[in-house]
Structure formats: structure tokens, C-alpha cells
């Protein structure tokens, strides 16, 4: 039987000022899966991750991350959790005064790994996704893909069963998100779950893989669907 | 060193406020110990009777130096009393011709303990001299000694309360400035809470970073304290620094030094906790 990852049970998200970001959303994500969460800006993508990784808490309902019960209360291993997962978002949020190495051992400094260490790995998973003759380089010296690439290196670098992407590709041209994408499906290939959160849906027609709908709030099927009956949304994608 | 203008600034802010309290720590001591020695200066002369037998003096002396709160006794016989008036009186002396040492009337000179230099427990003690008959008369300058212990109150009350007043505003100033510190970081604040940094790991940082710009806060306070003290010798005006002789400004003492350095560095601290608590909650 295969294992879950993620469970959301009834989650409901009303901010103070009464929109309603989440309702009644019921999910099931296994370990190993590569999911596509798709639905247009304002559908609640990113509340849905930002609450995965409790970064926000729901209103009500019942969330099981990687055996955590993170929504349970009094749950304050928010930074455990957060070492099961890695998080990449459409802004990068990479450290822009340090070299595109530091950014990556960075991830493995801040919980407890040696420098040198954390270097050697930082060298290894640049390596993987192809920009091993950038490690020296800064931020600032790399094109908009290759910096997502150093975001995604950091958000894997130590391993975790769970990457959480909000609109990696959403910055990156078309010759870019192609490259993105085949360093998330050679991830999928090795094991690791991930939720891949997009407004573009052309990306599903080149990358079949589970395809949950969210519009308005609310999770409308978690199981493949037809792409030809998926709204474009970006259109000549 | 892109961290380094918001630290100067929390630095600074941290002088400054430490300065202010500095400088009236200063004011204070230098206050106290002017009052402390006119507290030495509180004595009780307690005359005795004219022609008083000689017999009686000793036993009246050794019981008057077992009364509580007392701690020194002297005899001033009426010849003591005519060579001290003489003395005081210097080139005038002869203004004292033809008078009889026996006029004046012997006394006893008493010191009090310290904790007996004020209103309420020198009044005790001369309750007890005035049991004893062979007293005439007993003078403590009573209404000089309750307005200085009045004064001596009012002056620590003032330092308690205003000291504690600026302690509370200097912990809010640096808790603010503080947050412009972990403001000027929040991105890489927001990598460590993604990649699951304990909060332990994110925190620490700044209250030892709170500690050290306290620590400096502090040991500037005190450098530009000593260098005003140092300044206000150096150009105040010939005819101030003889009155001011009488008066000596000292420095403050190491120990308070010491006080002063450890209060920066806890409130540089506390601060920096409290501006952690503000802003670096888990998100």
C-alpha cells in the first residue's frame, strides 16, 4: 500500500476580511506522486501550499503532512516540518550579496551541517541541475532561469521527500520552463512528491502527470484529467 | 555590511540613552556624596549642668556610650569649650578677655551610627539623653536635620523613579531600532524559516548581536560621560572652579563603571528579545 504524503481534510481559509481563499478542500497526495495544482490567480494555489507548510493556518479542518498533524493544536515543529519539504517559489528568494554555492549551502548550514559539508553538497546538487561552472558566480549574474534552478538546488539540496513549488515557472520563457521542468520530473524520477502549483496549463499537456483543479477555493477533481477540457489561461502557451 | 548602518544606529541609540542615564547616575552620586559629608557633620551636643560633680561625668559618659545608635563620645569640659572658641575666633580672641572658662557649661559631643544621622532616630536617642537629669539642655539642629533627611529621601526617591522610567524607554528605543536590524535581514530570515532553521538558530544571533551593540552602547555612554566630565574642568570659568572645589565632581567609581556596562549589554538583550518576539515569530 502506498504511502501518503499530504492529507487535507475539510480545510476551510476565510481571511479576517471575509474572502473565503479555501473551502472545503479534501485531498490526498501519495509519497512519490508529482501533482499539478492548477487554477487561475486569486483560486487559492498558494494559500493551499502556504498552509502545507504552515505558513498560515486554516480556519478549520484537518491537515497530515508526512505523518505531521500540523494543523492539531499546540503543533510548533514547524521547523521540522520544514526539513521534510522544500519550498520554491515564482520570486526565487535567493540571498543576492552571496555566490550562487552559498545560497545553496546555506539550507544545510542553518540546520546543523559543517561548512565544508554543506559546500560539498551545495557542489554536488549544482552539478545536477547544470550549473556546476556558476558556483562562484552572484546572483545577480544569472539569467531568470538559472536563478530558479539555484532555488530549486537549495529547496532539494538536503534531500526532502516533499518540494512545494508556487509558480516556479511563472517568471521563466518558454525555453527556460522547459528546463525547470525536466529538473522537476528528473526529481520525480528519483522519488520525491511534489505539488506544482501553475496558472499555465500548457505545461500539463507536455508533462502528464496528476492534475488537481482548484477555482475559487475549492479542489474540483484529484484525479488526471482531460487537458483539452483544462481552461487556457495562458494563452499561446 | 549591509547590516552596518542599522546597527550603528541601534549602537548610537543605545548611547545615547545610556548616556542620559549616565549622566544622572553621575549627578546623583556626586549629589549623595556631597550630602554624606554633611551626614557626618549630624551630631548631638548634650550640655551638661554647671557644676556638675566631676564624680558623675564618667558614669554619665559610659552610659551615654551604651545608648543604641550612638557611636563616639567626647568630653568637652568648659576649658576644651574656651580653647575651641578661642581657636575660632583667631585674631579676635581677645574679644574673650576677662571670661571665665567656668561659664561655659561642659558637654558631651555625640557621634551617631549612620543608619542614627537622620530625624526620626536622633530623636530617639536624645528621647533617652533627656532621662538624665544632669543634662540641661540637648542640640541637634532638628529642623537642619529633617529637611536634610527630607532631601536625602526626595534625592533617591527622584533617582529610583526617574532612573527606572528611563530604563523602560531605553528598552523600547533599542527593542525598535532593533527590529531595523532583523528588518535589514528579513529575506535571509525568510530562507532560514523555509529551509527549517530552529528558531533557536534564527534567534541567538541577535541577542548576541543585542548583547554586543548593547556592551558598546554602554562603553560609549560611559567614554563620552568621561569626556564631559573631563570638558567641564577644562572651560568653566576661573571663578566657578574655586566655588566648584568645595563641591568635587568625581567620576564615577569603577564599580558603577562596571554597573553601567552590564545594564547596556541586559538591555541591548532584552531588546533585542523583544523585538525578536515582535518580529521573528515562525512564518
Known amino acids: ?33 508529482f501533482t499539478f495544482l492548477v ?11 502556504r498552509i502545507l507548510s504552515c505558513a498560515e493556518r486554516p480556519t478549520s479542518g484537518e491537515v497530515v503532512v508526512h505523518g505531521m498533524h500540523i494543523t492539531q493544536p499546540g503543533f510548533k515543529n514547524i521547523y521540522q516540518l520544514r526539513r521534510t519539504m522544500g519550498i520554491v517559489s515564482q520570486d526565487f528568494k535567493l540571498l543576492k550579496d552571496r555566490t550562487v554555492n552559498e545560497n ?28 556546476e561552472e556558476r558556483e562562484e558566480d552572484t546572483i545577480l549574474a544569472l539569467s531568470a532561469g538559472e536563478q530558479q534552478r539555484v532555488a530549486i538546488a537549495r529547496a532539494v539540496v538536503n534531500s526532502p521527500p516533499l518540494l512545494l513549488a508556487d509558480e516556479p515557472t511563472g517568471n521563466l520563457d518558454a525555453k527556460m520552463t522547459v528546463e525547470v521542468m525536466r529538473i522537476f520530473a528528473d526529481l520525480h524520477q528519483k ?17 502528464p502527470y496528476r492534475v488537481l483543479q482548484i477555482s475559487k477555493g475549492q479542489v474540483l477533481n484529484g484525479k488526471k484529467v482531460d487537458v483539452s477540457k483544462v481552461d487556457e489561461v495562458k494563452a499561446g502557451e | 555590511m549591509g547590516n552596518l548602518f542599522p546597527n550603528l544606529i541601534t549602537i548610537g541609540i543605545i548611547a545615547i540613552s545610556m548616556l542620559i542615564f549616565s549622566t544622572f547616575t553621575l549627578l546623583a552620586f556626586n549629589l549623595t556624596n556631597f550630602l554624606k559629608t554633611w551626614e557626618d557633620k549630624i551630631e548631638v551636643i548634650a550640655y551638661l549642668k554647671r557644676g556638675t560633680p566631676s564624680g558623675e561625668v564618667e558614669p554619665l559618659l559610659k552610659k551615654t556610650r551604651l545608648l543604641e545608635g550612638v557611636e563616639v563620645v567626647r568630653y568637652v569640659s568648659p576649658y576644651d569649650a574656651m580653647t575651641f572658641m578661642e581657636a575660632k575666633l583667631g585674631r579676635q580672641k581677645n574679644l574673650l578677655e576677662g571670661i571665665q572658662p567656668t561659664i561655659l557649661p561642659p558637654s558631651f559631643e555625640i557621634q551617631l551610627k549612620k543608619e542614627y544621622r537622620n530625624s526620626t532616630k536622633i530623636g530617639e536617642v536624645v528621647t533617652h539623653l533627656k532621662k538624665n537629669p544632669q543634662f540641661e539642655d540637648i542640640q541637634y539642629g532638628q529642623e537642619w536635620v529633617e529637611t536634610f533627611s527630607i532631601g536625602v529621601h526626595i534625592l533617591r526617591l527622584t533617582q529610583w523613579i526617574l532612573g527606572g522610567l528611563l530604563l523602560i524607554a531605553i528598552v523600547f528605543i533599542t527593542s525598535n531600532t532593533l527590529q531595523l536590524t532583523i528588518s535589514s ?8 524559516h523555509w529551509v527549517g532553521a530552529s528558531p533557536g538558530f534564527v534567534r541567538v544571533p541577535f541577542y548576541v548581536e ?16 568621561f569626556i564631559l566630565h573631563q570638558g567641564l574642568f577644562l572651560y568653566i570659568p576661573p571663578s566657578m572652579q574655586a566655588w ?37 515569530r515562525y512564518k
Open chain 1, 104 to 131: 545553496v549551502a546555506f539550507a544545510l548550514e542553518v540546520i546543523g551541517h559543517a561548512r565544508k559539508e554543506a559546500k560539498n553538497k551545495a557542489s554536488e546538487m549544482l552539478r545536477r541541475v547544470g550549473l
Open chain 2, 185 to 192: 535581514r528579513r529575506e535571509e530570515i525568510e530562507v532560514m
Open chain 1, 191 to 207: 522519488g520525491m512528491t511534489i505539488l506544482f502549483a501553475t496558472q499555465y496549463t500548457g505545461l500539463i499537456k507536455y508533462f
Open chain 1, 39 to 49: 487554477g487561475p490567480s486569486g483560486s487559492g494555489k498558494s494559500t493551499l501550499l
Open chain 1, 1 to 33: 500500500m502506498d504511502e501518503t504524503m499530504i492529507e487535507m481534510h475539510h480545510v476551510f481559509k476565510t481571511y479576517p476580511s471575509q474572502i473565503c481563499a479555501l473551502s472545503d478542500v479534501t485531498i490526498e497526495i501519495l509519497s512519490g506522486e
Open chain 2, 210 to 225: 543585542g548583547l554586543i551593540q548593547g556592551l558598546l552602547g554602554g562603553g560609549l555612554a560611559i567614554l563620552f560621560l
Open chain 2, 244 to 280: 566648584l572645589a568645595r563641591i568635587p565632581v568625581v567620576f564615577l567609581p569603577l564599580e558603577k563603571i562596571v554597573w553601567i556596562l552590564l545594564g547596556g549589554t541586559v538591555l541591548g538583550f532584552f531588546g533585542s528579545f523583544v523585538a525578536s518576539m515582535r518580529v521573528l
